[in-house]
Every structure is written in structure tokens, then in C-alpha cells.
């Protein structure tokens, strides 16, 4: 890169050894002197270590990167061998090297591992060179060390990433240029001259401007003037096309050399290939570009901070939800941009993830509008920035739009664990606080109660006012419990109509009895429901912990047997948990079980009592009864297990059962006989209202042979009650495939006379209770009832006469029939059969039909 010289034609300069007499005249050797100052000079900034010996290997000179490297002084290594300076394997390794090396001429390199001045192991690169003499023949080597450790290092952490590193460099890396003021090249050094921009040959004598582009050439001589300037230029890169078409980049570093002559100042320039980190910086760029264009579209806030708080980058989202511009914004911190509160907010959070070193979440809330005081809330992730070694330099905030997402997950818990209707916590969260309140209860030696609280009736409500109804009917209960109960009570709906309440820290004895007071109080309360105003009561359950038990299911099981037990103590009270009512729930599980499998086992069986005229004594029916002999349990009463069966709904596949067989019996009975025998069958209100009763009878007595006026159908006075048009299609249904309809019990309901003539009765069956008291007014009614039959043409049949009295008071007032243990027990088939078979209406005209006493 410098202009050439006078002397350019002169030939190379030659190296001449000036020990032991070998020179040749005074000016040869002030030559050499000058040639080898030259040198000196020359390679005397140069960064690698640079030597060279006489063709017998001793060192002639070497620069100070050379002496530092060795730890040698200049003084100690000149005229020396490395038999002087090495150990003897290396002077040998190096003795033979040399002399292949002038044996073959031309140039050496080799890597190797060596011990430096300062004791570290380091990677170098030995390359050496053969100088001529004036003959032709070797005068010595020259050589260059470079030092090769950080990019070695360099080399093994990046090789994975960095494809672009497709080998080891082999020689010096950089191009050496040697140049004047105006920017000629006067001498070039390299190994790779396919890194010029033209031959060696063609650009020494050119300018700079000569071979390169007028924008490159520009950026090299202003390097150039710099350093002529100020010593050093550093940085400047340049871009230069190479012959073979290639383009390259190349960083300059440019540094005046010393001259004795003020006047012949040139530069000594080297030409570092950067093209593989250009290329590097330009994808990061272009990488950095494009996610810049991402972050602008992403719909998140998106901003970067250094460690001094302030804004480096944020995107279209961030300017928007926070009215700034990013022109406003970076360059900024929180405290310039925010108010105070916020600012430290900010702050705080921003020294929580440098400290943390990882990714933090936090929820904020953000005013979005000033005026209309519209917010949002977002969910920001921050994290540290690190740089290449590690070290953090910086925070990356990323904040969502979360408003909407919360308020989704607000709905969904709530759907989760609250009642949609009455908004009460539900079942789910009712056992999550159950089981907290009974933690705390027992952590602190507390005492509290769980209470179980069912609406009396409430069927009605829905079957006669509609659901809708119904539905308001539990919104004001809900409401009424909760003002019936402290603040840190819990009110929950467990589903229909079925409420709960939770009592941590009862501290008084009476506590529950009085909340519980209190909730019936409320009840008393007309509900005002579609214009009208209905009385409607509860039943209160209630368990306390730990005397009941510590366990939450047993709890809620005690609290429930306890409201049952209120329930059937008349309703509109509460009751405590005793140990009997789970001895009795216990019973009452069993008997279910064991219902279930009594059919199939044959545990059944239907007893006949026997019903017959007052006049005569003779037999003309019975009334079929259902007994159930267990197995281990001996023979159950139908008041055991009658009522677990119409709770459970087994009342009806057991209603099925017993028509059956009654109708078989029915067919014996009246086999051969002119006299009919009606076998009256109990039909519950739940098989009466099941779906195709009168089509599951009618497949009975296919099945069966038996015929309708065989069987006598007994209802309760509570089916009637409500005289709906479905009881009264049924009943006529019934009445006309000839069965006759019963009352059973009749006077013990809700007694409503109008339904007697609406409904298509042929029966009443006074109930025992009217029979067997000794009560005046009992006869009164007695009479009044078998007034009311004969008026409407009914038959009327006493139930339960156990004495002659009785049956003569209730013949000689017009009663016509009548059963009960006078005349005789219910008893198994075969005897109602014998008996049949005795009584006069059954063929039989000797003796007493039924045993006495």
C-alpha cells in the first residue's frame, strides 16, 4: 500500500551471517546492516512474533513480540541456537525441521502447543520461511509465530453453531501493508494472496484508489490520514471485490511507522477477512429486524430495559395501552414516564426478576382511560437480559391483555363452586371449607357444628306453582338462612331443595340451638311467590364436631339422620345427631340391601285375612298382606320395611309382585265356586301414579287367568286429595275392566267428602282406630260414616273387630262386612284356601268357621 521506492528494482535484499569472519567488505556488510534495520523496523509493530536465523541456526534478529514471548531478552536469544533457548527433544525437533526446510526451500508451517513467558499452555502457529543468499543458496529462515489460543477456544465453542469457520486458519491471518501518505502500496505480505484484490505484483506502485471502489477507497484513506494523524486508526471496515468475483470484508488496522526521516513517513496497515463476522452481524441485524416487525404485531406489550432502568425498545401495543409514543419512551424510565407509585412498582418488580435470574409473573392493573375510568388487568412476565458472558445487562417485560380471560376464570369458578341459582357455595366448595373448618376446629381445640336444612313440602310448591316458581321459593330461602347466621358462617345449597349451613367456633352451649331458632323464626314469614303469599316451613339437622364425630363425611351423615328424625317428628323443627339415629339409618340401609334380593331369594310371601259378612260369618274375601321371612332375621313386619320400600322406589316392582300372586290366589280361590272371592290389593301412591299401571294390570291378569271382579284395588284418601284428572281417568280405567275400588283407612287423612261422590268408590273400609277405641264420639262417627256409604251406595267394611261387642254394635248400625282378628289372622295361602273351603259362602254349612278365643 505505499508508493514505491528508488530501490524497487533493486533485487530482494539477502542475509548474510556476521559471525566468525564470514563477511564479505565493509559495504556488504553496512548493506545487511541497513537490510536488517529494515527489517527490524518493519516488523518491529508487528503484533505476532516474528524471528530469523542463519542458515546454522542461530537467531540474526527477532522483534519484541518474539522476546516477550520467549521471556527472553533481545541480548539473550541473538547468536543463540535453540539448543541455548530449548530443552534438547524441541532443539532437535526443531534442528530437523530447519534443515528439511533449507533443504527444500519454500515455507513451513506448523501448530504446536508451547509453554509462553508467562507459564500458560498456548496454542501457536510456527510459520518459517527460507531466505536467499547472493548466490542463490539458503542464507538463513525466517519465521512468525501467532498466537492462536482465544480463537482455538473460540473455535471448539462456536463450531457447533457457526458453520461459516470451515477450517483452521494456516498461516497469518491478516494481509500486512505497507503504504505512504497518498495511499500507495509499497509492500504487501500475506499467505493468502487470494485475498488480495489483485496480484501482489500488479498493486505494489497503485494507490488505494486505483483498486478499490471510490466509496471503499475513500473509508481506507481516511483510515490512512488518521493514523498519519494520530499514530493508530482502528475499525474502519471496507468492503473489496477479489478476482474471483468474490466480495469481502475487511476490518483495517492502521499504525505510522517510526522514522528517523520526519519526512518519509509510511503506514503499516493490516487487512483483518471479517467477511464471516459482517455476514454475522448482518443476519443478527436482519434478525433483528424482523423480530422487531414481530414485536410490533404481536398483540402483547413488549418493552427492554438496561440495569439503569430505562427504556431501550417497546412495540405498537405498549405505546398504545399506554398512550405513549416509543419516541417518548425510550430513553426514559418508569419515573419520567409514570407516577411515582407506579414508577416504584415498576421498579420493584424489575429488581425482583434480577435477582430471582429467572422469568417472575405478576398481575397489574392498568387505568387505560383517565376518564372513563376503564382498566384492564394484565399479566406481565419479566426476565432477565444477559450478554454473551452471562451477565445481566438488562429486563424483558412481556404483559398480556388478561382482562377478559380473568373474567372468564371468575365465571368458571364460580360455575365450579358456587350454586348458579341462588349463587350459595355448592357441594364442592361446601367439603372444601367442611374440611378446612374441621383442620382449624381441631388445631385450636374449637367446637362446631354442621346443619342440614330441607324445605318442608317443597314438591308441592314446584308441582302446583310450576319450577319457576319453586326456583324463587329457594332464592328467598337462601336469603332468609343467610341472615339467620353469623358473618363467617357458611350457607350452602347441595342441590334441590336442600341447604347446609357450616358453624366454626361455637364458644356458647346454646349456639346452635339458637342459630337454629333463629332459621325456623325466619321461616315463619309468609314468602310472597307469584302475587301470593305461601307459609312454607324447614327441617333442621344438625351435627356438632367433635362430639358427634371428627370425620366430614360423618358429619354430613349425622346432620342428615337428624333432619330426617325432625322430618318425622311433624316438620318445622330441628333435632340434634344421637348415636340411635345412625343405628336406626344403619337398619334402614340393610333392609334396603336386603329388599332389593328378598324377591329373588323367595323371602316373600303374601298372608290372607279373611273378610266376611256380620250377618252370616260367611267368608266373601280377603285382603292380601305382604310378610317378608328373612333368612337370618326371622319374619320383618310390613311397618319395617313397608316404609324403606316407598322411600326407595322398590314400593312399585314389590306392588307388581304381590298383584301377581294375589291374582293367582284369586283364580284358586274362585275355582269351582259360584260365589265370588275379591282379593283386595293395597296399591301405594307411587305405584298408583308409576307409568302404564293399567296396562302392567291388565298384563297380570293375562298372565295370571284371574278376572278383574276377583280383585278388589285399595287406595289412601291422600291420592284423592288433590283430585287431579289423571287419578280420576285411571280410577275409571280400573272401575271399567271391573275391578272395584276401596278406601283403606278411611277418616285417618285429609278427608274431603266431595271426593267420594267424584271419584268412582265402591268401598270404605273404616280404619281400626275408629273400631277398637271405646270412645263415644268414635261410635258417633262410625255411625256418620255408614250413613254417608249408604246414602252413596257404598259398601262399608270394618277393619280390626276383635270382639263380639264390636261386631254386633257395627251390624246393628248397618255395617256389612268386617275383618280382623275375631274372626281370624291373616294367614298363608293354603289356609285362606281351607278356609274358603269351610266358610258357607265357600260350600261349607257345618260347624264354626272361625276358631274363637
Request: proline letters at 3%; a negative charge.
Given at each position: ?49 516474528v524471528f530469523y536465523k542463519s542458515p546454522h541456526g542461530r ?296 435477582k430471582a435470574g429467572e422469568c417472575i409473573l405478576s398481575d ?183 362430639g358427634d364425630s371428627a370425620d366430614a363425611n360423618d358429619l ?298
Amino acid at each position: 500500500m505505499t508508493k514505491p521506492s528508488s530501490q524497487s528494482s533493486r533485487p530482494p535484499a539477502r542475509f548474510t551471517e556476521k559471525h566468525g569472519g564470514e563477511g564479505k567488505g565493509a559495504e556488504h556488510q553496512d548493506a545487511a546492516i541497513d537490510r536488517e534495520a529494515l527489517l527490524d523496523a518493519l516488523l518491529g509493530p508487528f503484533p505476532l512474533p516474528v524471528f530469523y536465523k542463519s542458515p546454522h541456526g542461530r537467531y540474526v534478529g527477532c522483534n519484541k513480540a518474539f522476546e516477550d514471548f520467549c521471556g527472553h531478552e533481545r541480548e539473550e536469544i541473538i547468536g543463540k541456537t535453540d539448543f541455548d533457548l530449548n530443552s534438547k527433544h524441541l532443539a532437535e525437533l526443531y534442528l530437523i525441521e530447519n534443515e528439511a526446510l533449507l533443504e527444500r526451500g519454500g515455507a513451513q508451517y506448523s501448530e504446536r502447543k508451547m509453554i509462553a513467558a508467562d507459564g500458560t499452555v498456548r496454542d501457536v502457529v510456527w510459520n518459517k520461511a527460507v531466505l536467499s543468499g547472493e548466490n542463490g543458496t539458503p542464507a538463513g529462515l525466517i519465521g512468525a509465530v501467532v498466537d492462536i489460543t482465544e480463537r482455538k477456544q473460540a473455535e471448539r465453542e462456536l463450531k457447533k453453531a457457526l458453520e461459516f469457520a470451515e477450517g483452521i486458519l494456516t498461516a497469518i491471518p491478516d494481509v500486512l501493508f505497507e503504504a505512504d501518505e497518498e495511499g500507495r502500496y509499497l509492500q504487501v505480505w500475506t499467505r493468502n494472496p487470494e485475498l488480495l484484490a489483485q496480484q501482489k505484483e500488479m498493486l505494489l506502485g497503485k494507490t488505494v484508489n486505483d483498486v478499490l471502489a471510490a466509496d471503499q477507497a475513500a473509508i481506507a484513506m481516511e483510515a490512512l490520514r488518521t493514523a498519519g494523524r494520530d499514530g493508530v486508526a482502528y475499525g474502519r471496515c471496507i468492503r473489496i471485490a477479489l478476482p474471483n468475483g468474490e466480495t469481502r470484508w475487511f476490518e483495517l488496522s492502521v499504525a505510522r511507522r517510526p522514522s528517523a526521516d520526519p519526512a518519509a513517513t509510511t503506514l503499516l496497515a493490516f487487512s483483518r477477512d471479517i467477511t464471516e463476522r459482517k455476514q454475522a452481524e448482518d443476519a443478527i441485524n436482519s434478525v433483528r429486524t424482523q423480530l422487531l416487525s414481530v414485536l410490533q404485531t404481536m398483540p402483547d406489550m413488549i418493552w427492554v430495559k438496561d440495569m439503569n432502568g430505562v427504556y431501550l425498545l417497546c412495540n405498537h401495543t405498549f405505546e398504545r395501552l399506554t398512550g405513549l409514543t416509543e419516541a417518548e419512551v425510550v430513553g426514559k424510565t418508569d419515573f419520567e414516564l409514570f407516577d411515582i407509585e407506579r414508577a416504584r412498582f415498576f421498579q420493584e418488580s424489575d429488581k425482583a426478576a434480577i435477582k430471582a435470574g429467572e422469568c417472575i409473573l405478576s398481575d397489574e392493573e392498568w387505568v387505560v382511560s383517565q376518564e372513563s375510568g376503564q382498566s384492564i388487568l394484565l399479566e406481565t412476565r419479566k426476565v432477565p437480559v444477559t450478554d454473551a458472558a452471562g451477565e445481566i445487562v438488562g429486563v424483558l417485560g412481556v404483559a398480556r391483555d388478561v382482562t377478559e380471560l380473568n373474567a372468564s376464570r371468575q365465571k368458571i369458578h364460580q360455575m365450579a363452586f358456587y350454586d348458579p341459582l341462588t349463587a350459595l357455595p355448592n357441594r364442592s366448595l361446601f367439603n372444601d371449607r367442611l374440611r378446612q373448618m374441621i383442620t382449624s376446629a381441631g388445631s385450636r381445640g374449637q367446637r362446631a357444628g354442621v346443619m342440614l336444612i330441607d324445605i318442608d313440602h317443597f314438591k308441592v310448591v314446584n308441582d302446583t306453582m310450576g319450577h319457576p316458581v319453586g326456583d324463587e321459593l329457594l332464592c328467598q330461602a337462601a336469603a332468609r338462612l343467610n341472615a339467620s347466621v353469623r358473618d363467617y358462617d357458611t350457607v350452602a345449597r347441595l342441590g334441590g331443595d336442600e341447604f347446609a349451613i357450616l358453624l366454626p367456633d361455637l364458644r356458647q352451649g346454646d349456639d346452635l340451638g339458637r342459630i337454629a331458632s333463629s332459621i325456623l323464626e325466619k321461616f315463619k314469614g309468609g314468602f310472597l311467590l307469584d302475587g301470593k303469599e305461601v307459609f312454607i316451613s324447614c327441617s333442621v339437622g344438625i351435627a356438632l364436631y367433635p362430639g358427634d364425630s371428627a370425620d366430614a363425611n360423618d358429619l354430613v351423615k349425622y346432620a342428615d339422620s337428624a333432619m330426617y328424625l325432625a322430618k318425622r317428628s311433624g316438620r318445622n323443627n330441628f333435632r340434634f345427631y344421637s348415636k340411635d339415629l345412625t343405628a336406626s339409618a344403619e337398619e334402614r340401609m340393610r333392609l334396603e340391601s336386603e329388599l332389593r334380593r328378598a324377591i329373588e331369594r323367595e323371602e316373600l310371601q303374601l298372608h290372607y285375612q279373611p273378610k266376611v259378612l256380620l250377618d252370616s260369618g260367611a267368608m266373601v274375601g280377603s285382603e292380601a298382606l305382604l310378610r317378608w321371612r328373612h333368612a337370618e332375621m326371622g319374619m320383618i313386619p310390613p311397618d319395617r320395611f313397608i316404609p324403606v320400600a316407598e322411600d326407595t322406589g322398590l314400593i312399585v316392582e314389590l306392588g307388581r309382585w304381590v298383584l301377581r300372586e294375589a291374582c293367582q290366589t284369586a283364580v284358586e280361590l274362585n275355582a269351582g265356586s259360584q260365589a265370588p272371592h275379591k282379593v283386595a290389593v293395597n296399591l301405594s301412591v307411587k305405584q298408583f301414579q308409576s307409568i302404564g299401571l293399567v296396562k302392567s294390570i291388565a298384563e297380570i291378569l293375562d298372565a295370571t287367568g284371574c278376572r278383574a271382579e276377583w280383585i278388589e284395588i285399595e287406595i289412601t284418601e291422600s291420592l284423592l286429595l288433590d283430585q287431579k284428572d289423571e287419578t280420576l281417568q285411571t280410577l275409571s280405567e280400573l272401575r271399567g275392566m271391573g275391578f272395584s275400588i276401596a278406601i283403606d283407612d278411611f277418616g285417618t287423612g285429609y278427608s274431603a267428602l266431595n271426593y267420594l261422590a267424584r271419584f268412582p268408590i265402591d268401598t270404605l273400609k273404616i280404619d281400626r282406630s275408629f273400631i277398637n277405641s271405646a270412645d263415644r264420639r268414635n261410635e258417633e262417627l262410625v255411625k256418620a260414616i255408614l250413613s254417608i256409604a249408604r246414602c252413596l251406595g257404598q259398601n262399608v267394611v270394618a277393619e280390626g273387630v276383635e270382639t263380639a261387642e264390636q261386631a254386633a254394635f257395627l251390624a246393628a248400625n248397618g255395617c256389612g262386612s268386617a275383618q280382623g282378628f275375631l274372626y281370624s289372622r291373616a294367614v298363608p295361602k293354603a289356609e285362606i284356601i281351607a278356609l274358603r273351603l269351610r266358610s258357607p259362602a265357600g260350600g261349607s254349612s257345618s260347624g264354626e268357621v272361625w276358631p274363637r278365643g
